[in-house]
């Protein structure tokens, strides 16, 4: 079945510092996929997603690029800030589940000063 | 006010005792779900609707119900709670796949 391979956490870095959060993926088919980010407290926000091969998604500074042949969407960021401290969540859905959504178990990410 | 609202925002109950947890969205989306957040498993589905009066199973349905009548509700029910349902629950909608998810803010639910 399909499934979604996080790098374990926590990832501690200091502010300004460049990130990588590696996510792999299992699937059949042509997955759509997704970066979530939960703060703490709150529920899941949608960062960013791609729908297929070779796309690119970006938010707030945040980009993952869907990578076929690897299997891969790994999430990057040039110069993280404190506020971006958060658990990261990389996700996939495809149409034969009703486009339900596919979860690895997070990252967690703490940014210090 | 329109969004994803869930109730309540917290709860306790005692094991045994049938409870629900309510969902509702004013988007009119098509496709609903349900997923329980416990540390070292992250989110897992229990249930999704594709559309009202249609419903399935997701990777953890057990010991739990849904019922979706109206497209904007999609209320989960533990028909008899038990101490291994002591989550966090969130529920989400979307219009299509392309589109991404909202979510709500999450029932922490206590089961003693």
């Known amino acids: 079945g399909d499934s979604v391979t996080q790098m374990e956490g926590p990832v501690t870095l200091s502010e300004e510092a460049f990130l990588t959060i590696n996510c792999t993926y299992t699937?059949?088919?042509?997955?759509?996929l997704f970066w979530y980010v939960q703060y703490p407290g709150e529920g899941l926000q949608l960062l960013l997603k791609?729908?297929?091969?070779?796309d690119k998604g970006s938010n707030k500074g945040f980009e993952a690029t869907y990578r076929k042949e690897t299997t891969s969407f790994h999430l990057e960021k040039g110069s993280v800030q404190v506020s971006d401290s958060a658990v990261y969540f990389c996700?996939?859905?495809?149409?034969?589940?009703?486009?339900?959504?596919?979860f690895g178990k997070g990252t967690s990410l703490l940014v210090t000063p | 006010d329109a969004g994803i609202t869930q109730s309540p925002r917290y709860k306790i109950t005692e094991t045994g005792r049938q409870v629900t947890l309510m969902c509702h969205q004013t988007w009119s989306h098509s496709y609903m779900f349900w997923y329980r957040q416990d540390l070292g498993h992250g989110l897992r589905l229990i249930y999704y609707?594709?559309?009202?009066?249609?419903?399935d199973k997701g990777e953890v349905p057990d010991g739990y119900v849904v019922s979706r009548s109206k497209t904007e509700n999609f209320p989960l029910t533990l028909e008899s709670a038990t101490r291994s349902q002591t989550s966090v629950y969130f529920c989400a909608s979307s219009e299509t796949q392309g589109y991404g998810y909202t979510f709500g803010s999450g029932t922490r639910l206590t089961v003693v």
């Open positions: 791609a729908t297929k091969a070779d």
């Open positions: 609707s594709a559309a009202a009066d249609i419903t």
């Open positions: 996700a996939l859905s495809r149409e034969n589940s009703g486009y339900a959504l596919n």
């Open positions: 699937a059949t088919g042509y997955p759509s």
